[in-house]
């Protein structure tokens, strides 16, 4: 009986190290093929830091680009001239270098000038004389024509022509709807002057009443004092260059 039993077992001891050895076999085979999976993957070469370009190589070798914008150190430049209109009498009219205008014009930079002055022009009074160009009416009855110049900055200057009669209303009348013309532009009125020997009293009020109508509206009220007192007809070239002073150095 043992016999018999003997080579069953030797069979089946066979058989098991048979497959044992085909399971190794075939672990064996899988690991070879996937270190030949990994192995057959190329590896990156690696840069050392002496083979690695500096900045200043990838900079010398890189494409000229334009540069960005920068902030000009330089102050834009202007988007258009200064328009300027002087409104006045006989004081504001002739060649601009013999009058007040002329040399302010240039000491202040002014670039696009109007001058609207007509002889004998007062608040209440009519010019005596007018240019085409130059609306022939007391300072009210100019403002249309002001206002179509499209200036930053308006200059009055009159008062004498009016005499010994209140201006406090048309004055203020003029200013009131020149304020509302040009909502934005600066407005300027030089007090009134005299030629004559002695300053009569209504010229010291109708500065009053031009201070207060010009400021009422915001503008800029300028008291020349009575530089031309004793210059006679007209005002004197030394007058007309005080004038210009006073007019730079309180607009500069």
């Not at 270190?35 to 990838?58: D, F, I, Y």
């Not at 070798?61 to 300027?84: C, I, K, L, W």
């Not at 240019?131 to 200059?155: H, M, Q, R, S, Y």
Request: glycine fraction near 8%; hydrophobic fraction near 40%.
């Amino acid at each position: 009986m043992n016999s018999t039993r003997r080579p069953r077992f030797d069979i089946i001891a066979l058989v098991v190290l048979g497959l044992l050895a085909v399971t190794v076999s075939g672990l064996a085979l899988m690991r070879d093929r996937s270190l030949s999976t990994v192995t057959g993957v190329p590896e990156l070469p690696k840069t050392s830091e002496a083979q690695a370009p500096n900045a200043e190589e990838t900079e010398a070798a890189a494409p000229d680009e334009p540069e960005a914008d920068q902030p000009s150190s330089q102050p834009p430049a202007a988007t258009g001239p200064q328009r300027v209109v002087i409104i006045g009498d006989s004081y504001s009219i002739g060649d601009p270098a013999s009058t007040w205008a002329g040399p302010a014009t240039r000491q202040l930079g002014w670039a696009n000038v109007t001058n609207l002055s007509a002889p004998g022009r007062g608040f209440i009074a009519q010019p005596r004389d007018c240019d085409p160009n130059v609306p022939c009416t007391p300072f009210g009855g100019a403002i249309e024509a002001i206002a179509a110049e499209k200036p930053d900055l308006v200059i009055t200057f009159g008062g004498a022509a009016d005499g010994d009669v209140s201006i406090s209303a048309p004055s203020a009348d003029y200013f009131t709807a020149l304020r509302a013309a040009l909502p934005d532009a600066k407005l300027v009125t030089l007090s009134t002057v005299t030629t004559e020997p002695e300053v009569p009293y209504w010229v010291t009020l109708h500065g009053q009443s031009l201070r207060q109508a010009t400021e009422s509206v915001g503008g800029v009220y300028i008291d020349l004092g009575q530089l031309g007192v004793g210059d006679g007809a007209t005002l004197s070239p030394e007058t007309q260059a005080a004038i210009a002073q006073s007019v730079a150095d309180q607009l500069a």
